[in-house]
């Protein structure tokens, strides 16, 4: 049996020309290949615009040395490219639409025609956003220089992606604002994404911080829309499996302690060698990340001191601290946080010559409260979304939580600050569902609706709609 091979006219082509287009073929096959699932040129660059400004990128060699997992994400699977390239392209608010940006994002549409404006030269940035969000993984540049294991702390795409969550959030307003709900809901789910990206790309916990941050976002819309508007059944099973793969894989604060060991290890080193620049680094990036006030150089100078006569001692307390802090970080919040149990108790009974601890362990109990507090807002949503579709097929809500689980509910969670369901009281057609919050105690459902998080003793939801605050001026 012979094969002839013809070229698009009908002429026959040698076989030295098929074998030609054969290897071009193969070649650009292995090239697509290889730059997009093999190369990652995007992370081997030294240098990546972010924001208009060019920054260093570190080599996977620095990470490494660092103590950092360093994987390897294809460029075709990699969405922090799409975000440094949306990152680039988005129009900041300014002034009036900075204010009602704000405003959009939490609460409702505003029909401004300046605000719609603003918002529409964004279109392209959305796009790119939304692309990024169907990536299955992410992996961004660290920046700052191999030979300073100190500046890379504050990565500058964090301030971008709270940006991309609230653009995000307005977006799923303006549909709602069109009656277009299953849409808004795409949006709000899209946050979801954007913070599972930066977590798993992250190496610190004030990135880990940043990704909560965002799912806010996300939980404030969504408590909005399902308080406000009428829901498909569709769209209340939607809400119910997106929730219950939030809680699924929600991020722990064990495990965001755990990665961030190596960064607070290399800034301890780093002042172990040189006390002096180490330290003023340390403080500086500290007082960056939020994490602990400036200090004065005569401060700075007297704790460069310290660590040079006793470095090992305070090497050696912190790494006992730590230890006391990762077996602290495993207990369920209701645990954690009873008064004498909690976090704060133990830095209480540390000395003050124990700096590496006072500077890169006090803290974390906060850090533990903010992650537990996600968790429960998250899981509340999912009940309350629950409770809304029990209400559509019956009628009236639930008598007990118990008859959402099988039909609604896989499993009906927990309350992260009980051990416990959440409390959940019914009288006729109202409800009113709570957590206990992070005072540990039952204070028969003394919050607000909506919510004030620093005021509210028990954290609640009701059957009544979410009132909105009038738009700024």
Not at 60 to 80: H, I, Q, T, Y
Not at 229 to 255: G, M
Request: aromatic share 10%; hydrophobic share 40%.
């Amino acid at each position: 049996m012979s094969f002839r091979v013809h070229t698009w006219t009908g002429d026959k082509m040698s076989k030295g020309s098929a074998v030609f287009i054969i290897f071009i073929l193969l070649a650009a096959g292995g090239y697509y290949c290889y730059h997009n699932y093999i190369d990652c040129s995007f992370l081997n660059k030294k240098t990546v615009e972010v924001d208009g400004k060019e920054r260093d990128v570190r080599s996977r060699e620095g990470l490494k040395k660092l103590g950092f997992k360093v994987r390897r994400v294809g460029n075709g699977r990699n969405a922090a490219i799409l975000y440094l390239r949306a990152s680039n392209v988005v129009e900041e608010p300014k002034g009036r639409a900075q204010r009602r940006f704000t405003y959009v994002a939490m609460n409702e549409w505003v029909a401004d025609r300046a605000f719609t404006e603003w918002f529409d030269s964004n279109a392209e940035a959305l796009k790119l956003i939304h692309r990024a969000a169907r990536k299955p993984d992410a992996e961004f540049p660290v920046f700052g220089r191999d030979d300073d294991p100190v500046a890379m702390i504050l990565l500058p795409y964090l301030a971008p992606m709270r940006m991309f969550s609230r653009l995000l959030a307005c977006e799923g307003k303006r549909y709602e604002h069109n009656k277009d709900l299953s849409r808004a809901l795409d949006s709000y789910f899209a946050i979801t994404s954007l913070a599972e990206h930066i977590h798993d790309s992250t190496a610190m916990l004030v990135d880990d911080l940043v990704a909560i941050a965002c799912q806010g976002y996300r939980n404030r819309a969504v408590e909005c829309c399902l308080a406000n508007k009428p829901l498909s059944e569709e769209d209340l099973r939607r809400v119910i499996e997106h929730y219950e793969d939030v809680l699924e894989s929600h991020i722990t604060f064990a495990e965001c302690l755990e990665r961030e060991k190596c960064c607070e290890d290399s800034m301890v080193e780093e002042v172990m060698r040189n006390p002096r620049t180490g330290v003023r680094k340390l403080v500086q990036a500290l007082a960056m990340a939020g994490e602990s006030a400036p200090l004065s150089s005569h401060e700075q100078e007297s704790i460069a001191r310290l660590a040079e006569t006793h470095g090992a001692q305070m090497k050696a307390a912190y790494e006992r601290d730590y230890a006391a802090l990762k077996r602290w970080s495993k207990l369920p919040a209701w645990q954690a946080l009873r008064p004498g149990h909690d976090w704060d108790a133990y830095m209480s009974r540390v000395p003050a010559t124990s700096v590496f601890s006072r500077f890169l362990l006090d803290g974390m109990g906060k850090a533990k409260v903010v992650f537990a507090r996600s968790k429960a807002e998250a899981a509340g949503i999912l009940i309350v979304a629950a409770i809304k579709l029990y209400e559509k097929k019956n009628g009236r809500p639930p008598q007990r939580l118990a008859e959402l689980e099988g039909d609604y509910l896989s499993e009906l969670p927990k309350d992260p600050f009980s051990g416990r369901d959440y409390v959940y009281k019914v009288r006729g057609n109202d409800w009113i569902l709570y957590s206990v919050w992070d005072n540990l105690t039952d204070d028969n459902g003394a919050g607000s609706w909506p919510h004030k998080r620093a005021k509210d003793r028990d954290f609640i939801w009701r059957n009544t709609r979410l009132p909105v605050k009038q738009p700024p001026e």
